[in-house]
């Protein structure tokens, strides 16, 4: 007996990832730090790493020490950052593991500086220049460095801030980016390399630094532009695809899906095995949401339900139980369902659900 395939599947082509890191790297001329918290924004943090881990990287960007010991537990050599303040729980591991933290509070300063007694703990600090989710602010900078230079458990590597708006306001932006410029040209430097990093995706498509060495790409690396039109020299990293399980000759007035949508003519609808269930997001009912089926863009029928979603496929007569759906890829933009859906692409990617079975494609060699 063969074991059946999965009715809903994401392949995740892991050429496109590394092509997308080698424009981050050419867009930036600086080191990139990868970020692949939340599975690697869906893709799969492991595998996703393990193809990271070859690239020579500084650091691979995690949410939490959660994240961070599952790089240590897959092998991953590349040293886990923790973007954000860290719980006092999670500490000690941290500072045992040599993950490296960024500092937001004196209270984190103080703790890593007792944790790190014996063997100094290396951390960035981290400045809040727009963003207001911690990191010092600029007129406690100069604090900040004062309490560092009485803390020899703690030996500061690096610099860093976050930017809230870089896809929506570049006035704002360029404005932060000249703070943070300032800001980092007024702290003493150890010996040593020093990272100092600002830009995220948009971030380091669309802006300078004359101090940065390092950008924190995400969104970017998985093929996905926040900015229009820097589209076009990325390639989308998942396609999430389905099958059609039945075909149907429904007459015009028949209702579809829950709700009932009554269809305004003769219509042949086509069921795919892949619904909210899978993260296909159920805001997309009713937004003139197409599927790629069979080299055509099909319109989804009524309300997308939690295990199947009904497309209309009455312009291909030879459509049958079996047939490959793509829901979003390179055809169709993951960027443009978040917007007919109402959210954004980080989240539909985050959303896909465990149920939904990656599949990975890598280069031929
Ligand atoms: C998530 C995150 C990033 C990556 O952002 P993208 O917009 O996906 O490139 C960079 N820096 C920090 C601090 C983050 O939390």
């Not at 970020?35 to 650091?59: C, M, T, W």
């Not at 802006?207 to 950008?215: A, G, I, L, N, Y």
Request: glycine share 10%; net charge neutral.
């Amino acid at each position: 007996m063969t074991e059946s395939p999965p009715r809903a599947w994401a392949e995740i082509d892991l050429a496109a990832l590394q092509d997308n890191l080698r424009v981050a790297r050419e867009q930036s001329g600086q080191e990139v730090m990868a970020v692949i918290k939340a599975g690697a924004y869906g893709h799969g943090l492991k595998r996703v790493s393990q193809v990271l881990d070859r690239e020579n990287l500084p650091f691979l960007g995690v949410a939490n020490a959660g994240e961070a010991r599952q790089l240590f537990e897959a092998g991953i050599q590349t040293r886990p950052y923790i973007l954000g303040a860290t719980l006092p729980a999670e500490r000690e591991e941290i500072a045992t593991r040599g993950w490296t933290p960024c500092l937001c509070s004196f209270e984190e300063m103080a703790h890593f500086n007792q944790l790190g007694k014996i063997s100094p703990i290396e951390a960035h600090l981290a400045l809040d220049t727009g963003m207001g989710r911690g990191g010092f602010l600029p007129h406690q900078l100069g604090a900040a460095l004062e309490k560092l230079a009485t803390s020899p458990g703690i030996k500061l590597t690096g610099v860093g801030s976050h930017l809230p708006v870089a896809d929506e306001d570049p006035e704002f932006t360029r404005s932060q980016f000249a703070l943070f410029d300032s800001l980092v040209e007024s702290i003493p430097r150890a010996p040593g390399p020093f990272h100092v990093h600002l830009s995220n995706s948009a971030g380091l498509l669309a802006f300078k630094s004359r101090t940065t060495t390092m950008v924190r790409p995400g969104l970017l690396l998985y093929g996905l532009s926040p900015i229009t039109r820097y589209q076009e020299i990325l390639k989308p990293v998942m396609s999430l695809k389905s099958r059609v399980s039945v075909v149907n000759d429904l007459p015009k007035g028949h209702g579809v899906s829950y709700g009932r949508s009554l269809l305004t003519r003769d219509t042949k609808a086509a069921v795919l095995g892949l619904g909210y269930g899978d993260g296909y997001p159920r805001a997309l009912s009713g937004k003139g949401t197409q599927v790629l089926l069979n080299g055509a863009l099909c319109p989804l029928l009524g309300r997308v339900t939690m295990d199947q979603i009904i497309v209309d496929v009455t312009e291909l007569p030879d459509c049958q139980p079996g047939d490959e759906a793509e829901l979003f890829g390179p055809h169709l933009l993951v960027s443009d369902l978040a917007t007919k859906a109402g959210t954004i692409p980080w989240e539909v990617l985050t959303q896909i659900t465990p149920r939904v079975t990656r599949v990975y494609r890598c280069r031929v060699i």
